[in-house]
């Protein structure tokens, strides 16, 4: 059973942009306050990843947050932003599982954008559950890497391939549904399988070498078919050969031989 969801959105390792994000996500503050004690076992687990400016940034970032925040805007050196088109997902959850209570960690993503994300979902509290929420998160941060029991912690080093956004459900907030996970693509580095799956790669090509000029030829048919002149959508082109063309060179740069 899932008893709080998060899904930050945020630029890939390897891209030099910085951008995070919210998706839909499920984080109640009542009752056992699952919600809360999600968020603090994500910055937990993510503070001590930070570097020294941004260690230095971050209680100037809470106190801003305790007011709401405003986006877009800047913070530990990160955009903050609404549009999530193009960016990585970094799922964490909190299930009960037979009895247990799990915290379900994704670890694949950088450590900024996830302690960032955090705030930012408590900033979007209501007052009371806001205050509430950032005394959590600030506990956590006086005990960076500790995740208290009751709670058994499993990290997630491959980010989840396969799985489907939550369902925003009005006066709910984010309901999630049951993962459709391809269990092909374990063990495939988050940003590896993000390419490939823009290039329409299945899993088993990844099997031996991936062949440079099959990359370029799925590129290439992509490219056309999302190009206006060509018969493609103008609205979203321009990002969505952006998107294809970073595929094709991230694939390229790992697998050259």
């Not at 899932?2 to 899904?7: D, F, Q, R, S, V």
């Not at 209501?126 to 500790?146: N, Y």
């Not at 009005?170 to 459709?180: F, I, N």
Request: hydrophobic letters at 45%; one cysteine or more; charged letters at 25%.
């Amino acid at each position: 059973m899932i008893l709080a969801e998060l899904n930050v959105r945020h630029t890939r390792r390897h891209m030099p942009t910085r951008r995070v994000a919210l998706d839909a996500s499920y984080l109640p503050v009542h009752g056992a306050a699952h919600g809360a004690a999600l968020l603090a076992a994500v910055v937990a687990e993510h503070v001590t990843g930070l570097d020294e400016e941004q260690a230095e940034l971050l209680p100037r970032f809470l106190h801003a947050a305790r007011h709401g925040l405003s986006v877009p805007r800047i913070a530990l050196r990160y955009r903050l932003q609404t549009d999530v088109h193009g960016l990585d997902r970094s799922r964490h959850r909190l299930v009960d599982e037979r009895g247990h209570l799990v915290v379900e960690l994704d670890v694949h993503g950088r450590s900024a954008p996830q302690v960032i994300g955090a705030v930012m979902a408590a900033a979007a509290m209501g007052a009371t559950s806001r205050r509430r929420v950032l005394q959590a998160i600030e506990a956590a941060i006086g005990r960076p890497g500790v995740i208290p029991e009751p709670f058994c912690v499993r990290r997630l080093l491959d980010g989840i391939p396969g799985a489907p956004p939550p369902l925003a459900v009005a006066g709910v907030g984010a309901v999630p549904v049951a993962d459709v996970i391809d269990l092909r693509w374990k063990g495939v580095p988050a940003e590896e399988r993000w390419a490939m799956e823009v290039l329409g790669l299945a899993p088993d090509a990844r099997d031996g070498p991936l062949d440079a000029h099959e990359v370029q030829r799925r590129f290439r048919r992509l490219l056309r078919a999302a190009h206006p002149d060509h018969g493609g959508e103008r609205a979203g082109a321009a990002e969505r050969i952006a998107e294809l063309s970073e595929a094709r060179e991230l694939l390229l740069t790992r697998h050259r031989p």
